[in-house]
């Protein structure tokens, strides 16, 4: 059984930058494509990126696109989120995610099956 793993959240100021990973154990998801979703308090949670299974398409939210680059390493087993410029807005807890059908992207949370814990990040103004 594959799991998921974040981790590289944080507290930043506003306009650092993070890093969050996601690593998978137990398996592999080179095969899928990957994406990641945020929640704030009180809030739905909500796509932030997605990636295909071989990294040559992404999508993102409009509200991070231009600042967020979602990228993969299968050979390791990783996904990547890397945000920078960053808005206190932005904080949120972070997870990563496979997506049920291999060769396509998706915004909508039903079509991701396999979800992390998540990892906190803060951004303070």
């Known amino acids: 059984q594959v799991q998921l793993v974040e981790s590289g959240g944080g507290l930043v100021q506003a306009g650092g930058s993070l890093r969050l990973s996601c690593a998978a154990s137990g398996g592999t998801f080179s095969r899928y494509p990957m994406g990641w979703f945020r929640q704030a308090p009180g809030k739905e949670r909500e796509f932030v990126a997605a990636?295909?299974?071989?990294?040559?398409?992404?999508l993102y939210a409009d509200s991070v696109k231009g600042r967020f680059t979602i990228s993969r390493d299968n050979a390791k087993n990783t996904v990547d989120l890397q945000m920078n410029s960053l808005k206190p807005e932005d904080t949120a807890i972070y997870y990563c995610?496979?997506?049920?059908?291999?060769?396509?992207?998706?915004?909508?949370?039903?079509?991701?099956?396999?979800w992390g814990q998540g990892t906190q990040v803060t951004v303070s103004s």
């Open positions: 990636i295909t299974w071989s990294g040559g398409s992404t």
């Open positions: 995610a496979t997506y049920k059908v291999a060769y396509a992207l998706g915004r909508e949370e039903s079509g991701y099956d396999l």
